[in-house]
Every structure is written in C-alpha cells, then in structure tokens.
C-alpha cells in the first residue's frame, strides 16, 4: 500500500504541471492578447481583435442637399389650334439654368424643389396668298420664363453611384413679354403673355458620383407643359411646347444625418 501512495504522488504532481503549462497554441493567443491590451496591436490586425461582423459600407448620409446644373434643351413646339398653320412641328435648341434643393425624408426618398431659368424661340412657317400669289412665310415667338419643378426622386445606390429616378410637376412664370416677327413685312410685336394653366408634367433620370466635397450630377429630363401662351390682348393662343433637356451640375450636402445606432 505505501508503494502504490508513493507512485501516486508523483503522477497527480505530473497530471497538474501539465495543465498549468500551456500549449504552443495558447502560449501564442495569450501573447497576442497581452500584446492588443498594450500596444492596441493584434497580430497584423490594429485596432483590436479581427471581426467576422461583414463589412458595412457608410455612406454620407444629410438631410439637406443644394446644387446647380446647367445644359442644353431640346424643345418641341405645336401650334395650337388658334394658329393658322400648315407646317410640322418645330424644334429649337435652348439653354437652361437650374438651381435645385433636395430634402431627404427617407434613405431612399426626397423631396426635390429647382428654379430654372429658361429660353424659348419657337418658328413657324406657312403659305398665303396675297393679290392671287402664294407666298411663304414665318413667324417666330421669343419668350423668356421661370420653371419651378416640385417632384419626388427615388435614390438608388449601385456601386459607388446614386441612380434617382423621379416623377412630379412644374410651373411656370413668364419672364417679360412674348415677341413676335412675321417673315411678309418683318413687323416686330411685343404682347403681355401668361401660360394657361402655368403648370406641367415631368420625369426623367438623375445621375451621381461623389467628387470632392460633393457630387457630380447628369440629369436626363422631358416634361410637356398642360397649358399654353395666350397673348392677353385678345386671347390668342400661340403654341404647345414639349423638352427634352440634357443638364450637369454639381451638389452639397449640408446638415449631417444623425442615427441612433444600437
């Protein structure tokens, strides 16, 4: 019995030195750990232990954005029925300035307000017989207004790109007068003009990329206006018109979005 208690000593002292030694393995985790806490290295990693969390993607996220784009516009315009008028519809190429705000009021919805100046210059052209001869001629309409588009944008994020599609109106204010030129005598007209009713329908596509402090923005439009010129002094109705623009622009955000993170 002494014999088996000696032999039995030696193996319980070995069986708890080799539970106290530690492994290569957890020899080397317990450095590492001890090297995190003081250096705030881990391994190759910084900044703490490697996390199998997936990557999340931040993007600048603001409640307010304000920008300015400006292009060209493809306009179409119809006589209306008041004209007399024999021709095709006509085509001018213009301009147009814009000033945009947009307010965002969900991730993927905003609420978009823009003020564009724009130009248009319609012509028409026509037959008539004077004194038993026909005659061709023209007319042209100059008129200067202001644009409102009030819609809604869509934001998508493919990428390192915003894609928006959106939807909504516009309305419109005239800028001065509507003038006329007819081609037979070159006679030169300036009427008081308003759009009836000053409102109109748009969609279209708008196109991001973050540079630099803000974002690079392409805007593809067409809108058709609801109503159209009529020169005050008798009512005459003039023409429909139609665009079609192609507009680029640059955009701030301003005012941080801030969330509640769990």
């Not at 317990?30 to 993007?59: C, K, L, N, Y």
């Not at 516009?73 to 301009?95: E, K, Q």
């Not at 705000?101 to 028409?124: C, H, K, M």
């Not at 007209?189 to 969609?203: D, E, F």
């Amino acid at each position: 019995m002494k014999r088996h208690s000696r032999l039995r000593v030696p193996a319980v002292l070995l069986f708890a030195a080799l539970l106290c030694c530690p492994t290569p393995h957890a020899a080397n985790a317990q450095d590492e750990t001890v090297e995190w806490i003081e250096t705030g290295r881990f391994g190759t990693e910084e900044g703490g232990p490697p996390s199998t969390a997936p990557e999340e993607t931040e993007r600048p996220d603001k409640w307010l954005y304000a920008g300015v784009r400006l292009g060209p516009s493809l306009r179409f315009y119809t006589p209306s029925g008041d004209t007399v008028y024999t021709g095709g519809d006509t085509r001018a190429l213009s301009l147009d300035t814009a000033f945009e705000a947009n307010l965002r009021v969900l991730p993927f919805l905003s609420i978009q307000g823009e003020v564009i100046f724009t130009w248009d210059n319609a012509s028409y052209w026509n037959y008539t017989r004077i004194s038993g001869v026909t005659d061709r001629y023209s007319q042209d309409y100059t008129a200067f207004s202001l644009q409102f588009p009030l819609f809604a944008r869509f934001d998508l994020y493919p990428g390192k790109f915003r894609v928006s599609p959106f939807l909504g109106l516009y309305f419109l204010a005239a800028l001065g007068n509507l003038k006329t030129t007819n081609s037979l005598d070159n006679k030169q007209q300036s009427w008081a003009y308003r759009v009836s009713p000053p409102v109109g329908l748009l969609g279209g596509l708008n196109v991001g990329r973050e540079l630099g402090p803000g974002a690079l923005l392409i805007d593809l439009r067409y809108g058709i206006d609801l109503g159209e010129p009529e020169v005050r002094s008798g009512d005459l109705k003039t023409y429909r018109r139609s665009m079609m623009s192609l507009t680029v622009g640059y955009e701030w955000g301003f005012i941080t979005k801030r969330e509640n993170k769990p």
